[in-house]
């Protein structure tokens, strides 16, 4: 079954950095877009960047810029999230999500996740 | 980016039909046919349910249908079960490689 795998749930301090992998199919990289998507406690879905996994570019909301870093290393089909200078309202639950292209390409970012990891809590303390 | 604006809560009797709306803008809905629903039951990860505003992946019911008019994307969930209960949430592309999630509906089956 394909999947996506997130690595396990971590425990900050405020101020602190959290990186988060992601391990996809093999041959994944080469059609898809990876994006990351975090769900605060009882809240709803946040879009927070993505990356393309084969050049490396990347892409964040505004409110992440500065503070969220992503990376993908192709060898082992694996993404990477990393959140710095974390506050308490960063604890959620953080999903990496593949994004599908789809039939109709407005440009190299259109797209929808079609398929999600099974998320990684993060909580942050003081 | 705003979210897209979905009712906080719908419900419906088994049986029936019920209607979720997903309100964007022209930057978001208006342009994209990129619109997809996620149904999230407590504990999972949201699971694809509709994609490109009216196709369903393999394996979801056709109870699910979608559809699209201007800014505002609708999901029908007809012949509702007990199994549908769950949030839902409506997603679109943005342009300039930015996505934007709707805030969530929550369905109760009465």
């Known amino acids: 079954q394909v999947q996506l795998v997130q690595s396990g749930a971590e425990v900050r301090t405020t101020g602190s950095s959290v990186r988060v992998s992601c391990k996809a199919p093999?041959?994944?990289?080469?059609?898809?877009?990876i994006s990351w998507v975090r769900q605060a406690p009882g809240q709803g879905l946040e879009w927070m960047g993505g990356?393309?996994?084969?050049?490396?570019?990347?892409n964040s909301a505004q409110k992440f810029q500065g503070r969220l870093s992503m990376s993908a290393d192709k060898s082992t089909a694996t993404a990477y999230l990393e959140l710095s200078s974390l506050k308490s309202e960063d604890t959620a639950l953080y999903y990496c999500?593949?994004?599908?292209?789809?039939?109709?390409?407005?440009?190299?970012?259109?797209?929808?996740?079609?398929?999600w990891g099974q998320g990684t809590l993060v909580t942050v303390s003081s | 980016q705003s979210a897209l604006t979905q009712p906080a809560s719908v419900s419906g009797s088994p049986g029936q039909s019920i209607t979720l709306s997903c309100t964007g803008a022209?930057?978001?809905?208006?342009?994209?046919?990129?619109v997809s629903w996620y149904q999230q039951h407590p504990g999972e990860a949201p699971k694809l349910i509709i994609y490109?505003?009216?196709n369903r992946p393999s394996g979801i019911s056709n109870r699910f249908s979608g559809s699209k008019s201007g800014n505002t994307a609708s999901l029908t969930i007809s012949g509702l079960q007990a199994e549908d209960e769950a949030d839902y949430f409506c997603?679109?592309?943005?342009?300039?490689?930015?996505?934007?999630f709707g805030s969530g509906t929550k369905v109760t089956v009465l």
């Open positions: 490109e505003a009216t």
């Open positions: 990356i393309n996994p084969l050049f490396g570019t990347t």
């Open positions: 022209s930057s978001d809905i208006g342009s994209y046919d990129v």
């Open positions: 999500v593949r994004i599908n292209p789809g039939s109709v390409l407005y440009d190299y970012w259109s797209g929808y996740p079609d398929l």
């Open positions: 997603f679109s592309y943005a342009g300039s490689s930015t996505y934007v």
């Open positions: 093999r041959n994944t990289f080469r059609t898809y877009l």
